[in-house]
């Protein structure tokens, strides 16, 4: 509560991008994201209602004195190819021999004595423990039962790369792979603060939003005339964990609807999320110790460009105002996230209906497990955002490379913090990847203002006390990504007012939001003429295109199975082939002796539900059961039908 009552808090530190070896791709660090912390204490800056600064007349004005620390963050990550469809990627796994052990920085590129290992099908679970033991390991945690996918930690003396080696020689082994360390960037601090604010109509973030004269830049005021988003739409954040009651981002945070069911799935307590790193309940960042803690900030600062709560008469607005935020922390306040970590997280959003993925952190080396995940999310109809990285570079990073993840890099800033130069905002920020192969789209990546949380390394800096609200202004893909995040959601939301959710999938959003875009032109330096994929995003182009010509007929359910379980009680189950459903109809017949009565709906089921219990049967009856997948464009029927006789 002292953050309501104390003066708001920004901060400001510029971050470089790391150097990029570009022979090989061996060599290339997972360098992540905006981290890092101001070297003193910045001086207190004094400005004159922080709403009219932040957003112009586009929010409520609030008179009142604020008193301002500017921080400045950079963040990263790196990816992508020159296609329509980010579903066409292609991926070359590297094996493990040819991860080294570190990067050149002295950072771990996996998590020391552990292996990701997934059993081929019908491998019995006494065998999987056979093949762990004699390599000395045990099976620590089950990351996906249904795949046979485990995380095995190794307690003899065999090495990562050799204990992978010698696994994917076995036929009951699909693949073993390290438990690869994806980063935030490190962040070197730079001590030139702002304090010329004081009555100052600034407006920092109006020109990312609304654009300087011409040039609309997102053009998210106008589509904001259309749709400021829906609470129905839930982003997830896999990052550094969120401050669930920061007073700009409280509101928004998604709340579990099946807290019962999730205490019996190993998730007690998961109100708001879940803490991969740490295996526990609670989304919050960790604080950290006084000792770089660059981590802390990211997680919240990602999740207000998405979806801080909006027209509230504080703070900053979020790119769609109304949707949840589904913390999902797979960082502690320094160092990597382990791929086993980020895999559970893709798995939990997706088991808990969320419709959007952020993931704006990466490495250069690709994992199976996280890519699996990802193609799972896909088929349950989840949009996948990723930031592009910072290492000024034409390299592929992951997350953003995978199949199925829309890749995001940086343009440049329009705010007063960098000149106030609107032809600085069709500009490569200098930082960002560029290029088809590691890029799909951008956003503006520099001065963008969001909320953020203070680390001990703030507090042991005389700035505030750890664990305090704050907002900060960052630099990096790490904040691009977020915006095209938040533009999914907006899409989501008109199709959801226009009656039409459900009935578009995944690849026609990420094809509307590839193709509504406004080119940026040539980069001389380096990036070329296509340095910006398929350009600058554009909120309300986007959104003018949804309607009825984007829905097609859903793809008919298969292998349609019904299973007697006991005398009163029909299991019925089906595979989902479609990505448009708006969900299903159960129907059932009646067959008496060689005569199939007429079907009849008994049921509904919601998009991606592949199963139903019909406990309305009689014993010694026949039943007929037929399955369809509708939308607002067609019905379409399983091709056979199931039958049962009921004992």
Do not use: C
Request: aromatic fraction near 8%.
């Amino acid at each position: 509560m002292g953050f309501l009552f104390n003066p708001y808090i920004i901060r400001r530190i510029i971050v470089y991008g790391s150097s990029v070896v570009v022979l090989f791709i061996i060599l290339f660090l997972g360098r992540g994201f905006a981290q890092g912390g101001p070297s003193g204490t910045p001086s207190l800056l004094t400005f004159d209602g922080i709403e009219r600064a932040l957003m112009g007349n586009a929010m409520k004005t609030v008179e009142r004195d604020s008193n301002i620390q500017l921080r400045h963050e950079i963040a990263d990550d790196n990816t992508n190819q020159d296609n329509n469809s980010v579903a066409d990627k292609q991926v070359v796994y590297a094996s493990a021999r040819d991860i080294p052990p570190k990067d050149d920085s002295g950072r771990p590129n996996y998590v020391p004595g552990q292996l990701i290992v997934q059993f081929r099908g019908g491998v019995p679970h006494r065998r999987q423990d056979e093949i762990v033991n004699e390599l000395g390991g045990r099976i620590l945690r089950t990351l996906d039962v249904h795949s046979g996918q485990y995380l095995v930690v190794l307690s003899g003396g065999l090495s990562v790369p050799a204990a992978a080696e010698q696994l994917t020689k076995l036929q009951e082994v699909d693949y073993a792979e390290p438990n690869v360390l994806h980063y935030i960037n490190d962040a070197l601090p730079n001590d030139q603060y702002y304090s010329s604010y004081d009555g100052q109509s600034t407006e920092l973030q109006r020109w990312y939003f609304g654009g300087i004269g011409t040039d609309s830049n997102l053009n998210a005021e106008a589509a904001w005339a259309v749709t400021t988003g829906s609470s129905n739409i839930v982003i997830a954040i896999i990052d550094t964990g969120v401050d669930i009651h920061h007073p700009d981002l409280a509101a928004n945070m998604w709340v579990n609807p099946n807290l019962s069911q999730d205490t019996n799935a190993g998730y007690a307590g998961d109100v708001n999320g879940w803490d991969f790193y740490n295996d526990g309940p609670d989304p919050d960042p960790d604080l950290g110790n006084g000792t770089g803690d660059g981590n802390v900030f990211h997680g919240t600062f990602v999740a207000g460009v998405a979806a801080a709560v909006s027209d509230n008469g504080i703070g900053v607005v979020g790119a769609s105002w109304y949707s949840q935020i589904m913390a999902l922390k797979v960082f502690t306040s320094s160092g990597g996230a382990p791929s086993s970590a980020i895999t559970e997280a893709i798995q939990f959003a997706t088991d808990h209906s969320a419709n959007i993925i952020n993931m704006s952190f990466g490495s250069p080396y690709p994992v199976r497990s996280i890519a699996n995940a990802i193609k799972q999310a896909h088929a349950q109809g989840i949009i996948a955002i990723a930031a592009a990285g910072n290492n000024d570079s034409s390299q592929r990073s992951y997350p953003a490379s995978y199949p199925y993840v829309i890749s995001v890099g940086g343009s440049g800033s329009g705010s007063v913090l960098s000149g106030g130069n609107a032809s600085n905002m069709t500009t490569r920020a200098n930082f960002s990847e560029y290029g088809p192969r590691a890029v799909d789209v951008v956003a503006p990546a520099v001065d963008i203002v969001s909320t953020a949380v203070l680390s001990m390394t703030d507090q042991s800096n005389g700035v505030g006390t750890a664990g305090e609200a704050a907002y900060f202004t960052g630099d990096g893909t790490s904040f691009a990504s977020p915006l095209v995040a938040g533009e999914a959601a907006l899409l989501l939301s008109r199709a959801q007012q226009l009656g039409l959710d459900g009935s578009i999938g995944p690849d026609t959003f990420a094809r509307l939001i590839l193709n509504a875009t406004t080119d940026l032109g040539n980069d001389p330096a380096g990036g070329g003429a296509h340095w910006a994929g398929h350009g600058r995003v554009d909120y309300l182009a986007a959104i003018q295109q949804i309607g009825l010509g984007l829905v097609t007929a859903p793809i008919a359910p298969a292998g349609l199975n019904a299973k007697a379980a006991g005398t009163d009680t029909v299991q019925v189950s089906w595979e989902n082939r479609s990505d448009n459903e708006q969900g299903f109809l159960i129907d059932r017949a009646e067959k008496s002796d060689g005569v199939v009565g007429s079907y009849e709906t008994i049921a509904q089921a919601d998009h991606g539900v592949t199963s139903f219990t019909d406990d309305t049967v009689l014993s010694g009856v026949t039943y007929l059961y037929r399955v369809a997948a509708y939308n607002v464009a067609a019905t379409n029927f399983a091709s056979r039908v199931a039958a049962v006789a009921v004992p």
